[in-house]
């Protein structure tokens, strides 16, 4: 799940239009290119043609006719329909054997019933508050790091080695302090973080760009106003940047403590689904994980969206 | 007082700036005592004085490394380990090669950055309307083409009504053409606010079609420092114009072979 939500940030954005276009015009090219004149002898083939070492360039007929290309989120599509089929037409014959993994239309039911008497809601919430809580911790611990020099000289080295610590491996010594409440879950997200948030955020910070800084001590910028109106807004892209990773490792962190230890969640409807061999909540419960991953993810993208019209690139669209 | 780079340059005794006092024989507007610098043991500023009176433009030629830069910097209050004495007036105002206008704001709010009035909005309004920018205002800088973002950049100084401005080849990475409108929008908005200005620039011609008074910096010292004595229009083509740029050029050390082809490259009248 969490690479699905790295990986399609890039892909559904930047592929998109590269392939579709360019498709066309290289296929426009080809018939030409192969009557082109490499006029070093001009034969009367070559009408009106410059001297000797001259070409003449392979360029699109506009009378040709074109196919209409079949549109690009249809063709994406075509794999996971695919799979799908597959897996129903799979479970549908016996050949995937219910206690295994349930059939789509089991999880789809399944999933509904769920919904539908609250179980899913109320453990959604909750989960969610877990998530939430972490990173608001997560990211003012990191901010306040970030912005001042006192904050960055207490924590930056400290961070710097326990960094090198895998989070997941502070759970036993979590469950120690905290038991097997909500503090664990909110501790170990919040920590997990951190981490991408400070890390992005702080050299964000450091990255502003120094004639900047001078152009605020020409026009008598206050500190405060030095923060608010330059390196705020400086740090915007790389702070978002964090927060994206950061959301990503969040639902990982999630996953892994709920299952462990939870009276609740959507993690612990999965434990629980295990206990009694139901395939179909443990899909459905993994379903919801990835849809919460790509959400996330598309809220952070309509925030830089939203926050950084001021790049040309974003501008344009 | 503005350029209070801490203990090292002590001008704390404000001279108000006489904004209208068109280079009178009042005090000046900038006042500079034997100011140094010195970046990892050599001198580049070896004991500047220089006066600017209020209103009076003055250009300071200097070979790239001259230091003509860091006096500017200096100037700004951006230098904090010079030494000497520098007086300038309380509001002062910079342009840099670099238009360094904040990406993330719109052309107005970098306009009116720092302003601190109640009718700065409106000021900052007018400030690029006089730029020729009107209209503009909630335009993005990434949007704006490069002379259009210096424009702004001097609406930003202008805005503040500078007793001094302070030019820091301000055309430098400017194309020939624009270069050409912007020597004369800055001369009639200079002409309109009668700031001191300081305008350092390697560029002869410009230093003699722009400036009351040109100086030029060699081995950390002003070697040269002379009115600029053309009165009304002033053509490239004016003895007075030719006999000074070749003085000047002489004293920056260059051997002027384009002096026959006289205003050959680049045509401007005033």
Redesign the interface.
């Known amino acids: 799940m969490t690479s699905l939500a790295l990986g399609n940030r890039g892909g559904a954005d930047d592929l998109g239009a590269a392939p579709g276009s360019t498709a066309p015009t290289a296929t426009a090219a080809a018939p030409t290119a192969a009557g082109q004149t490499v006029s070093a002898a001009p034969a009367a083939a070559a009408p009106a043609t410059g001297g000797p070492g001259s070409v003449t360039l392979a360029l699109a007929d506009p009378d040709r006719p074109r196919r209409r290309p079949i549109p690009k989120w249809l063709r994406r599509l075509l794999g996971p329909a695919l799979l799908v089929a597959i897996w129903q037409v799979g479970s549908s014959t016996g050949w995937i054997r219910e206690d295994v993994l349930a059939g789509p239309w089991t999880v789809l039911h399944t999933g509904y019933s769920l919904a539908a008497d609250g179980t899913l809601g109320d453990n959604l919430v909750i989960s969610l508050r877990r998530v939430a809580l972490g990173l608001a911790l997560g990211v003012t611990v990191a901010l306040v790091s970030g912005l001042f020099q006192l904050g960055e000289d207490l924590v930056d080295a400290p961070v710097q080695i326990l960094r090198a610590v895998p989070i997941l491996g502070l759970v036993p010594l979590a469950i120690v302090w905290f038991g097997i409440g909500e503090e664990v879950k909110v501790f170990l997200v919040a920590l997990g973080t951190a981490f991408p948030v400070y890390i992005n955020t702080f050299a964000a910070i450091r990255g502003v760009d120094g004639?900047?800084v001078?152009?605020?001590?020409?026009?008598?910028?206050g500190r405060l106003?030095l923060i608010r109106?330059?390196v705020l807004?400086?740090a915007?892209p790389g702070f978002l940047v964090g927060l994206r990773f950061a959301l990503t490792i969040s639902w990982l962190i999630l996953v892994v403590s709920e299952q462990i230890n939870a009276s609740s969640g959507i993690g612990y409807l999965m434990d629980q689904a295990r206990t009694f061999g139901q395939t179909d909540i443990i899909v459905v419960g993994l379903a919801v994980y990835g849809v919460l991953g790509l959400l996330s993810d598309a809220l952070v993208r309509l925030l830089e969206r939203r926050t950084?019209?001021?790049?040309?690139g974003l501008?344009a669209r | 007082m503005t350029a209070a780079p801490a203990p090292t340059v002590p001008s704390p005794t404000a001279t108000a700036p006489q904004a209208h006092a068109g280079g009178g024989a009042s005090q000046p507007a900038v006042r500079v005592r034997g100011v140094r610098r010195e970046f990892a043991g050599r001198e580049v500023l070896a004991g500047i004085d220089l006066d600017i009176a209020a209103g009076e433009f003055v250009a300071l030629l200097g070979r790239s490394g001259s230091g003509k830069s860091t006096l500017l910097r200096i100037l700004?209050?951006?230098d904090s380990d010079a030494t000497g004495q520098a007086t300038v007036p309380e509001r002062?105002?910079?342009v840099?090669q670099?238009p360094?206008l904040?990406?993330?704001?719109r052309v107005l709010d970098n306009v009116q950055?720092?302003?601190r009035h109640r009718d700065a909005r409106a000021r900052a309004t007018a400030a690029l309307a006089e730029v020729g920018l009107g209209g503009r205002e909630r335009a993005?800088?990434?949007?704006l083409s490069g002379g259009e973002a210096q424009r702004a950049a001097l609406a930003?100084a202008l805005v503040?009504s500078p007793g001094l401005l302070l030019l820091d080849e301000p055309f430098g990475a400017l194309d020939a053409l624009t270069r050409i409108r912007m020597h004369s929008l800055l001369r009639d908005l200079c002409r309109r606010h009668r700031p001191a200005v300081l305008l350092v620039t390697h560029d002869v011609d410009e230093a003699i079609l722009l400036a009351d008074r040109v100086a030029v910096l060699t081995d950390g010292r002003l070697s040269l420092d002379e009115p600029v004595r053309i009165g009304g229009a002033r053509h490239r083509s004016d003895p007075t114009f030719t006999a000074l740029r070749a003085r000047l050029l002489t004293e920056l050390g260059v051997v002027d072979d384009e002096a026959g082809e006289g205003d050959g490259h680049q045509a401007e009248y005033c």
Do not use: N, Q, S
């Open positions: 004639r900047f001078e152009l605020a001590h020409t026009v008598r910028l106003g109106r330059v807004p400086g915007l950084l019209v001021w790049r040309r501008e | 700004a209050g951006l002062d105002a910079v840099f670099d360094r904040l990406p993330w704001a950055l720092g302003l993005w800088p990434a949007t930003r503040r």
